[in-house]
């Protein structure tokens, strides 16, 4: 497979054989046999992206789908005032884009490097009709999408500065075990001013939460992410 990326990618491309790919594990491409697996690798287009290249910007047209393969990306809305909130981040695994139509809702763009599969939309919707396996899977990804987000409108309701930023961690800790990497180290590519946007907080108030814990031995700071050293007292602030 050897295709150019679709109109709107900013990636380079770069081959990857799906069978032997590791997100697959763990993404809707695991609904699949062998054998449709090849039809979609047919429509894709591998693509690289650099650190804050977009791959949707809100308001453009949005042609193709986004499988993430590696890295991590941030989606966020610009609000009139020319702000933006951030409403999530996207992990190997994650598709983007599945619920739009012909322009983008959201922006997205990478964090870190970032690899992935691009699809265009038309001959992908199709294989979908065709692959009712494969739509099964892409409604689980809509429900746990959803989840998500009524996650992060409890998450940006009445809870502290520090039961915020407790949640955000111990949720990251469970996306990033969901696929395969269990660990008490949290890995955080997205910077603090990104998590501030996310919880609705200033960055100074990031800050300051994430050190007080540390000097409660709460947790540590590594770098590139956070290490959690007291489960028990985190689980009881995310309790609430």
């Known amino acids: 497979m050897d295709h150019p990326p679709p109109h709107g990618c900013n990636g380079v491309r770069i081959r990857q054989d799906c069978l032997s790919c590791e997100t697959r594990l763990f993404s809707v491409c695991a609904a699949l046999s062998d054998h449709d697996l090849a039809l979609l690798q047919d429509l894709a287009s591998p693509a690289q992206f650099a650190p804050r290249d977009p791959l949707l910007v809100q308001g453009q047209p949005a ?13 966020y809305t610009l609000l009139p005032d020319g702000r933006r909130q951030i409403v999530g981040f996207a992990l190997p695994g994650d ?23 691009a699809f265009a939309r038309l001959p992908y919707s199709a294989l979908v009709d065709a ?4 739509l099964r899977r892409l409604h689980e990804q809509a429900s746990h999408e959803l989840t998500l987000a009524q996650e992060q409108m409890m998450l940006l309701g009445r809870r ?67 290490r959690l050293l007291n489960g028990d007292h985190l689980a009881s602030v995310a309790a609430g």
């Open 63 to 75: 042609p193709s789908v986004y499988n993430i393969t590696s890295g991590t990306v941030r989606l």
């Open 95 to 117: 598709f983007i884009g599945l619920s739009m139509r012909e322009s983008a809702s959201l922006c997205a763009d990478a964090i870190d490097p970032v690899e992935a599969c």
């Open 131 to 134: 692959k009712p396996a494969l």
């Open 160 to 226: 502290t500065a520090e039961e915020k930023i407790v949640c955000f961690l111990l949720r990251m800790q469970q996306r990033w075990a969901r696929i395969g990497r269990s660990s008490v180290t949290v890995q955080l590519p997205m910077g603090r001013q990104d998590i501030a946007d996310f919880l609705g907080l200033t960055i100074e108030t990031v800050s300051r939460t994430l050190t007080r814990l540390s000097r409660d031995r709460v947790i540590l700071l590594v770098p590139d992410g956070v």
